[in-house]
């Protein structure tokens, strides 16, 4: 009879076994597809100035309008678009997109913003990535000061000297480097004064916590006044009360991003927030 349970538990563990995995391969095929036929869209999240509360940044974030699933956050495709390398295909759109948006945005006359574009390791490490970086800008004809490329701390820990050099072949490009979801990589202190950044993102983790816990509290501080030192500028994540938002601005945090301000929005609402110059 064990025997018999064991097997029948052998089979129900295979059948979801095959049925993630196709359920996997159909969400492979339709990401091919949705490239083709226009499914990602950007929404855009402001960050303000701490010092004259308006907006000066936008970060363009991709969401994914499924034909019968309806609007897909990115941390539901963007794993397996990484797994199976449609990342760089899709990472390109974002650049053209984002890009075109912001210097459509300039041509109306809107007081310009960076743009902030996230840039997952397998694009960044591509051969051509500054090439496909300069071509955009000069396809979209942005100037490159106002485009910022969002990187995560995990390019710090490999191929360093590598990485070193592609990352100052983008700053003789002109465009900004920023380093997303700062705090949570780990990377080693030493590497990092090596590279030429312009920003630090500080994850929202810490800033979810900062009103409750000393120690997230003690880590914000430090990352702040370890950027003022080096001379990189503090973007405060995910603010989301009046109360963080308070402690970032005694912490002279430069720049914050969160719901607290907007969530991230289509562009027409987004341009809307731009035509007003909205003081937060
Ligand atoms: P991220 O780059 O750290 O982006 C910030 C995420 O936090 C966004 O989620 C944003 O909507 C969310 N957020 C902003 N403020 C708040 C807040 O106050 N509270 C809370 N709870 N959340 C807040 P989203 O849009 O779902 O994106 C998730 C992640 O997906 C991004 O994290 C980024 O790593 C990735 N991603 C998004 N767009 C792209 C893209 O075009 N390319 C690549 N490679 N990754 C992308
Ligand atoms: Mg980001
Ligand atoms: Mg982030
Ligand atoms: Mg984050």
Not at 5 to 21: A, D, R, T, V
Not at 27 to 47: D, T
Not at 120 to 144: A, K, M
Request: with cysteine.
């Amino acid at each position: 009879q064990a025997k018999e349970k064991g097997s029948n538990q052998y089979q129900i563990y295979n059948e979801n076994m095959n049925q993630k995995l196709s359920e996997e391969l159909m969400m492979e095929r339709a990401l091919y597809e949705a490239l083709e036929n226009q499914e990602f869209l950007l929404e855009y999240q402001p960050f303000i100035d701490m010092k004259t509360n308006k907006i000066v940044e936008a970060e363009a974030l991709i969401r994914w309008s499924h034909p019968q699933k309806g609007i897909i956050p990115p941390g539901l495709f963007i794993p397996l678009a990484e797994k199976t390398g449609l990342i760089v295909s899709i990472g390109n759109w974002v650049l053209r997109e984002a890009c075109k948006q912001n210097k459509l945005w300039q041509t109306k006359e809107y007081k310009p913003i960076i743009m902030s574009v996230n840039i997952s390791v397998l694009q960044f490490e591509r051969e051509d990535f500054v090439n496909t970086v300069e071509s955009i800008l000069l396809e979209t004809g942005l100037d490159p000061q106002y485009l910022a490329l969002e990187i995560t701390e995990g390019i710090a820990m490999k191929n360093v000297e590598e990485n070193i050099d592609k990352l100052q072949s983008l700053k003789k490009i002109g465009v900004k480097i920023s380093i997303d979801d700062f705090g949570t990589g780990f990377s080693s202190l030493n590497y990092f004064t090596r590279f030429p950044i312009d920003s630090l993102k500080i994850d929202r983790s810490f800033i979810q916590s900062i009103e409750h816990s000393q120690e997230a509290r003690a880590i914000v501080s430090m990352i702040i006044s370890m950027g003022r030192s080096l001379g990189i500028e503090n973007i405060a994540e995910g603010i989301e009360t009046e109360g963080q938002l308070n402690i970032i601005r005694k912490e002279n945090c430069h720049k914050a991003q969160g719901y607290f301000f907007s969530k991230p929005t289509n562009p027409g609402a987004f341009q809307i927030l731009l035509a007003d110059d909205k003081e937060f």
